[in-house]
């Protein structure tokens, strides 16, 4: 039996940036699953549904259906759904994200007075109503989470601002600091993922580009850390930095002979 039978793969910066795959993606996913590894994509941007997901990763020749994939926003809203069934929630995220929430049985609402969770989150249609919605709910003493704490996102051509320009938006004017992050480095995304694969974590490894929450989250969870240098962190960030992965690579195009060597007996 091969000791890595998982891998959950990051998906913008890892598998694709922007629109494009990155060179090899396809044929070295369609490599492992031939051998026989599970393949979970494994996401905190909560821009799309998992079924959006996947329809965008077959666009891209990479067959996948919603169950192989889980994304922040997805986590956050059974976690949440969990603890407070039926929970009145304000959120400032795009469609796919409130859509998540009203699915887990959450109830969406602006009323300020009876918002118990406010969630911060990837938004690309960011207003000042949105922000002054929160905060006014905030102030009133709703619970306050967030999808995931990238700073940026990976696209073509650079990067643009991510769920942290929000967090940090409502913890500066509340005073008020989030309580819990979903999305990768969080353990209830290690949870999730390895609950969807079935596997232990010592039986699977991580790829992704971002040291401080795909390449954290594996270690602290116990998976196998992999680097890839097609996103965000870069070999000089991966100098500067405390948070070590078991290997690096270039790209996934080199992850089927990693593959190889890690199962070697």
């Given at each position: 039996m091969a000791r890595i039978q998982g891998y959950l793969l990051d998906l913008d910066g890892t598998v694709y940036r922007g629109e494009r795959l990155i060179p090899g993606a396809d044929r070295a996913i369609a490599e492992l699953r031939t051998r026989g590894r599970r393949v979970l994509f494994v996401s905190n941007k909560p821009l799309y549904s998992r079924h959006g997901y996947a329809e965008i990763l077959a666009s891209l020749g990479v067959p996948a259906t919603e169950d192989d994939v889980v994304n922040s926003s997805f986590v956050l809203a059974r976690c949440l759904a969990q603890r407070a069934?039926?929970?009145?929630?304000?959120?400032?995220?795009?469609?796919?994200?409130?859509?998540?929430?009203?699915?887990?049985?959450?109830?969406?609402?602006?009323?300020?007075?009876?918002?118990?969770?406010?969630?911060?989150?990837?938004?690309?249609?960011?207003?000042?109503?949105?922000?002054?919605?929160?905060?006014?709910?905030?102030?009133?003493?709703?619970?306050?989470?967030?999808?995931?704490?990238?700073?940026?996102?990976?696209?073509?051509?650079?990067?643009?601002?991510?769920?942290?320009?929000?967090?940090?938006?409502?913890?500066?004017?509340?005073?008020?600091?989030?309580?819990?992050?979903?999305?990768?480095?969080?353990?209830?995304?290690?949870?999730?993922?390895?609950?969807?694969?079935?596997?232990?974590?010592?039986?699977?490894?991580?790829?992704?580009?971002?040291?401080?929450?795909?390449?954290?989250?594996?270690r602290a969870a116990g998976m196998t850390a992999i680097l890839t240098l097609t996103g965000v962190s870069t070999r000089s960030d991966l100098a500067a930095s405390p948070i070590r992965p078991d290997h690096v690579i270039e790209g996934l195009a080199e992850l089927p002979a990693l593959d190889a060597k890690l199962n070697e007996r």
């Open positions: 069934p039926g929970a009145k929630v304000y959120a400032i995220g795009e469609a796919p994200l409130l859509l998540e929430l009203e699915t887990a049985g959450l109830e969406l609402t602006a009323e300020t007075d009876a918002i118990e969770y406010v969630v911060a989150a990837f938004d690309r249609t960011l207003t000042w109503d949105k922000l002054n919605a929160a905060f006014q709910a905030l102030r009133c003493g709703a619970r306050f989470v967030a999808t995931n704490p990238d700073r940026t996102c990976p696209v073509e051509g650079g990067e643009i601002p991510d769920a942290a320009a929000v967090i940090a938006a409502l913890e500066a004017v509340s005073g008020r600091e989030v309580e819990e992050v979903f999305g990768k480095p969080s353990p209830r995304m290690a949870e999730a993922a390895l609950n969807v694969l079935g596997l232990s974590a010592g039986r699977c490894a991580l790829v992704g580009d971002r040291l401080e929450t795909d390449i954290a989250m594996a």
